[in-house]
């Protein structure tokens, strides 16, 4: 299906979604989940102990991450809104992923 529109699938998603919602709300609502899943990540990284729930799953993310500090040195984790990520590495040539007209659907 990609192959015979010659988008991406993202860009495939993006015109679908724009048929009931203007680019604004879109990009708002892009945001806004970008944001909630960024807080998860935030909260898993600092959070210690029981999972919530019956099953009594141990919170290991933090530990891994800390590990992982320890064994490898410096992590660099870049919290920022995709367009400000998208302006950032506009001149960028050599993020093979990034190579596409619509690098914010990336």
Known sequence: MAKASGQSIAQMKR???LTV???AELDQGMARI???MTDC???GMKGEGILPG???VRRRAKGIH???LAERGLVVYLHAPIPLLVARTRHDHNRP???TED???R
């Open 103 to 105: 690098r914010a659907a």
């Open 21 to 23: 919602r203007s680019a």
């Open 97 to 99: 992923l990034l190579q």
């Open 41 to 43: 990540i935030d909260r």
């Open 54 to 56: 019956g099953l009594k």
């Open 15 to 17: 015109a679908n979604e």
């Open 34 to 36: 970008w944001q909630v």
């Open 66 to 68: 800390d590990a992982l």
